[in-house]
């Protein structure tokens, strides 16, 4: 009888096939994080005005996209990786439930609470063969 969790486990599990997917993870958890990040330094008043009408002191702002834009980059590189998710894990369900907790913003919290789920894996698995953490081990 034919598995389909099997056959993909048999494909991934090739040292090759899961060092590209682990890289490619990376990137893709990376790239939200970086942008977001990015967004807040080229729009920082703005950004000041948002967290300030939801009830978010700005002085936590340079805090805010250190962990993004850092985060982000530590991700990219898969430098401190697991700490950095853990990070980036928590602080995506902090800010799921500060910024989108209304009705009309239920995709928003959701894509949060996703993301928060996929850098706790990444915590627990960490960065991969294609990383600086793995050159770090060595």
């Known amino acids: 009888m034919l598995n389909p969790n099997v056959v993909i486990k048999n494909i991934v599990t090739h040292n090759q096939a899961e060092a590209i997917l682990s890289l490619v993870a990376r990137v893709l958890m990376a790239y939200i994080f970086i942008l977001a990040g990015w967004g ?4 920082y008043t703005a950004t000041v005005s948002y967290m300030e009408a939801k009830g978010v002191s700005a002085a936590l ?4 996209i250190l962990v993004e834009f850092g985060g982000g980059l530590a991700l ?12 980036l894990a928590v602080f995506s369900l902090i800010t799921a439930l500060i910024f ?6 239920a995709t928003s919290f959701m894509k949060n609470m996703a993301m ?11 960065a991969g063969k294609f990383s600086l953490d793995h050159l770090i081990e060595k």
């Open 40 to 43: 807040k330094i080229t729009a």
């Open 61 to 64: 702002l340079p805090l805010t």
């Open 76 to 87: 990219l590189f898969g430098f401190q990786a697991r700490f950095a998710a853990l990070g």
């Open 100 to 105: 989108h907790d209304s009705a009309e913003d």
């Open 116 to 126: 928060a789920g996929g850098l706790l894996f990444l915590m627990l698995h960490g």
